[in-house]
């Protein structure tokens, strides 16, 4: 997986109670990126950061945020979880921008 | 707005070969992309083509490029077992310069024995 691991693999916890998802990559690489998968929907961006600091929002970021304090970390926290975030999430790294690698994913239930 | 249009599922016998489909609106794209799920697992790039090609080859797999309809073929040969698995079809969104892909909803692919 091209360097990339995620933590935790799998994660239950209850609506209303803060979660952070971490991706560690040991690549150097400049563009790191959260994903969700769901079922009929493919993958679908949340947020992305192009250098540490720097940062942005993808197409369904509402719920969630972002921090990269570090090159090798790209931290996705959900400030209250909610049923609605139920989903598999991925992380993915690029040196180029033109590809994307992807980590194993963590499978989030919010009960 | 981008989208990305992929037939679901599609079942082939072991030694045929698998022709997966995609549509897309966004013509500034730069870059289309194949990436292979396994079950339980992340997304693997399986190859990608740059929008001035019309085809690219690599061993048994042959992506097709037809800019002007917007069409983005995949095809396996000699499809076996193990390409059992789930095949997303992406574009890059050619409007930034970040590198964001919008992905299909992936198409299943069922190989018989």
């Known amino acids: 997986d091209a360097g990339i691991t995620q933590s935790p693999r799998h994660k239950v916890t209850e609506t209303g109670t803060p979660v952070t998802l971490r991706c560690h990559q040991t690549?150097?690489?400049?563009?790191m990126y959260w994903y969700r998968q769901d079922p009929g929907h493919g993958l679908r961006l949340i947020h992305y950061?192009?250098?540490?600091?720097?940062?942005d929002k993808g197409e369904v970021s509402d719920g969630y945020s972002v921090s990269r304090s570090k090159t090798e970390d790209f931290l996705l926290t959900l400030e209250s979880a909610t049923s609605s975030q139920t989903s598999v999430y991925f992380c993915?790294?690029?040196?180029?921008?033109?590809?994307?690698?992807f980590g194993p994913g963590t499978r989030l239930t919010v009960t | 707005g981008e989208d990305v249009e992929q037939s679901l599922f599609l079942s082939v016998r072991e030694g045929d070969s698998s022709v997966i489909n995609c549509t897309y609106t966004?013509?500034?794209?730069?870059?289309l992309y194949w990436y292979k799920q396994e079950p339980g697992a992340g997304l693997q790039l399986l190859t990608y083509?740059?929008?001035?090609?019309d085809m690219k080859q690599d061993q048994r797999l042959t992506v097709l490029l037809n800019k002007k309809d917007k069409h983005l073929s995949l095809r396996i040969a000699d499809t076996q077992t193990g390409d059992s698995a789930i095949y997303f079809c992406?574009?890059?969104?050619?409007?930034?310069?970040?590198?964001?892909?919008?992905f299909g909803q992936g198409t299943t692919l069922q190989v018989k024995p």
């Open positions: 083509i740059f929008s001035n090609m």
């Open positions: 993915a790294i690029s040196d180029t921008r033109y590809e994307q690698y």
């Open positions: 966004d013509s500034s794209s730069t870059y």
């Open positions: 950061s192009y250098g540490v600091k720097d940062t």
């Open positions: 690549e150097n690489h400049r563009y």
């Open positions: 992406a574009e890059n969104s050619g409007s930034s310069n970040t590198g964001k892909l919008i």
